[in-house]
Structure formats: structure tokens, C-alpha cells
């Protein structure tokens, strides 16, 4: 789950680079290589999703996606100059948090 949740961060941070790029063309969008790798690696991601909550509780397992939110404000930092703030750092404390709840209620 940990690397599907990396690699799917990765992915939204190619799909903001591709998006960043479009116009109103067919060929804008088919001729894309950061939009075609973004969901490349979301799909690489899903597979990693597949096999890990084949393997365990859903319910358990499938909120460690919100992992992926924490590499995705990681990378609009580094590539996208975008600002971390006080309330954004409380809400990955607070996603820590709540998968730190969830693995002790498996015990």
C-alpha cells in the first residue's frame, strides 16, 4: 500500500505538469508525455492497491491511500512552488494520526 501510495502521488504531480501544458486540442492531449505518464503510474499505483488489500482488511489497509496526499503536497513543493502551510501540515499530522488508530484497532 506504502508504494502504491508513493507512486500514485507521483502520478498526480506528472498529471498537474501535463495539465499545466494543455490547450483545446485533441492533440494537446494525446501528444502529452507528462499527462500519459501521470496515468501510467496511476495505474502502476492501482495494481499496488489490488495486491495489498487482497492480502489484509479493507478497512484497514485502504486508508493508507491518504498517504498518497502527503507525497503529492511534498512534490507541489518541490516542483511546483506551491506554499506549505500551518493548516496543510495539521491535516497530514492528522492523516498520520488516523492511520496510526487504524493499525492499533487491528490488534
Do not use: Q
Amino acid at each position: 500500500m506504502l508504494s502504491g501510495s508513493v507512486i500514485g502521488s507521483v502520478g498526480a504531480a506528472f498529471l498537474k505538469a501535463g495539465a499545466g501544458t494543455l490547450s483545446r486540442t485533441l492533440s494537446s492531449i494525446l501528444l502529452n508525455w507528462r499527462l500519459a505518464l501521470g496515468i501510467v503510474t496511476y495505474l502502476i499505483s492501482s495494481v499496488f492497491f489490488v495486491k495489498g488489500i487482497s492480502n489484509g482488511e479493507l478497512s484497514i489497509l485502504f486508508p493508507m491511500v491518504s498517504l498518497s496526499y502527503i507525497g503529492a503536497m511534498i512534490w507541489s513543493r518541490l516542483f511546483f512552488n506551491e506554499k506549505l502551510t500551518g493548516v496543510k501540515l495539521t491535516g497530514v499530522g492528522l492523516i498520520l494520526v488516523g492511520i496510526v488508530f487504524l493499525g492499533l484497532s487491528n490488534r
